[in-house]
């Protein structure tokens, strides 16, 4: 079973730099201020409100510090919080505390809350009224402005005392083509191996950033006994807490970019109207329950292949590349050249039948790119 992933129009988010204008901080915190009070509301005593029936419950008495837009605006994205956390099956326990400054201007067909001006300038509601700002946009996102068919919304942030925006474009992609099969292995220590229909590989090794988030696992578990401990003892655990954030966010950022920059060299070193071919994998949340044995799922909860797969899927649209699923079923132990199955120890693979030896991620990847021509050919 094979698919195209055609796609005309895609979503794009990028960063601008703002300046630190007051009346924008001031919009913040009444954004904020909107959403930290019918949070409660919205939780409803453990059965969230959706969006419509909580607009109902409670606009009447959060209007007026911010326009009507922004005020609905609010309302939904508290109600979408509820949603999404019931959604991921971890439905929220108590009402959720939305301490992070952040305020969602919808511009474009969507609303008029701001508007990206041809001399450069932001025009911008704020609770002291509409004004405009200059903004700055990084050099690698200057090509999406251009290009961009629609601006959607703009999300302003506050960062480390600065103020951000997270701009949200429609851009324009041509549908891709999909002649050319890439097979693509993704794995733990070979983070990425592919093979194109002229026999080329690609090797992209996850061995340093796995042994980095290994250490950070180490750090964090003793980190974790110490705030224990302090918690037995009454002490402040303030500073053990903070440096436990500190640690998961370069976990999280070091990974999330690992991926990126991976999906980023797949789709450079793939020729154009290719077809990048995946297998289907179905791999549950590690979990306890559902999945065996602690080393397993610390494993599992490391290995980044969702996160490959995703950023692989977005940057190909811009590449114009089509993206593929086969059945994962033993492309790892089958031979790719007799088709029989053979044995698989760590990184070689060997077939007692016809005598053919291989590295095993790189026969894998041949096994997916073979399988998806033999279900477009045939």
Same mark, same amino acid.
């Given at each position: 079973m094979w698919y195209n992933?055609?796609?005309?129009?895609? #979503?794009?988010?990028?960063?601008?730099?703002?300046? #630190?204008?007051?009346?924008?901080?001031?919009t913040l915190n009444a954004f904020q201020q909107v959403q930290q009070e019918v949070s409660p509301i919205a939780f409803n005593q453990g059965h969230p409100l959706q969006a419509v029936p909580l607009q109902r419950a409670c606009y009447h008495?959060?209007?007026?510090?911010?326009?009507? #837009?922004?005020?609905?605006?609010?309302?939904?994205?508290?109600?979408?919080?509820?949603?999404?956390?019931? %959604?991921?099956?971890?439905?929220?326990?108590?009402?959720f505390s939305f301490?992070?400054?952040?305020?969602?201007?919808?511009?474009?067909?969507?609303?008029r809350d701001a508007d990206f001006r041809k001399d450069g300038t932001l025009s911008i509601w704020t609770v002291a009224g509409r004004k405009r700002i200059p903004y700055q946009v990084p050099t690698a996102f200057q090509h999406w402005v251009a290009e961009a068919q629609e601006i959607d919304s703009l999300t302003v942030i506050e960062r480390q005392g600065r103020l951000l925006g997270r701009v949200v474009v429609t851009l324009e992609y041509p549908d891709p083509k999909g002649i050319h099969p890439i097979g693509i292995d993704l794995n733990e220590?070979?983070?990425?191996v592919a093979v194109d229909a002229d026999g080329n590989d690609l090797f992209i090794s996850g061995k340093e950033v796995k042994v980095r988030n290994h250490r950070a696992f180490k750090t964090r578990k003793r980190l #974790?006994?110490?705030?224990?401990?302090?918690?037995?003892?009454?002490?402040?655990?303030?500073?053990?807490?903070r440096v436990l954030k500190r640690l998961g966010?370069?976990?999280?950022?070091?990974?999330?970019?690992?991926?990126?920059?991976?999906?980023?060299r797949l789709c450079q070193?793939?020729?154009?109207?290719?077809?990048?071919?995946?297998?289907?994998?179905?791999?549950?949340?590690?979990?306890?329950?559902?999945?065996?044995?602690? %080393?397993?799922?610390?494993?599992l909860s490391q290995w980044q292949y969702g996160l490959v797969r995703r950023y692989a899927e977005s940057k190909a649209q811009e590449f114009s590349l089509a993206v593929a699923d086969v059945n994962a079923a033993y492309t790892s132990q089958m031979c790719s050249r007799c088709g029989l199955l053979g044995k698989r120890r760590r990184?070689?693979?060997?077939?007692?039948?016809?005598?053919?030896?291989?590295?095993?991620?790189?026969?894998? %990847?041949?096994?997916?790119?073979?399988?998806y021509t033999v279900s477009r050919d045939g």
């Open positions: 992933t055609r796609v005309v129009n895609a #979503q794009r988010t990028f960063t601008i730099l703002l300046p #630190q204008d007051p009346d924008l901080r001031a008495n959060v209007k007026g510090t911010l326009n009507s #837009q922004m005020t609905i605006t609010a309302l939904r994205l508290v109600a979408g919080a509820y949603a999404s956390a019931r %959604a991921n099956k971890r439905p929220a326990q108590k009402s301490n992070r400054k952040a305020a969602m201007f919808l511009v474009g067909k969507r609303g220590t070979n983070a990425l #974790q006994s110490k705030l224990a401990s302090r918690k037995a003892e009454g002490k402040d655990t303030h500073s053990v807490r966010r370069k976990r999280s950022n070091r990974t999330r970019t690992f991926a990126q920059t991976t999906a980023k070193w793939a020729k154009p109207d290719s077809v990048l071919v995946f297998e289907a994998l179905n791999i549950p949340q590690p979990r306890k329950g559902r999945i065996r044995g602690k %080393a397993r799922r610390r494993r990184h070689k693979f060997s077939c007692p039948s016809c005598g053919f030896s291989l590295h095993a991620d790189l026969n894998a %990847a041949v096994n997916i790119r073979n399988r």
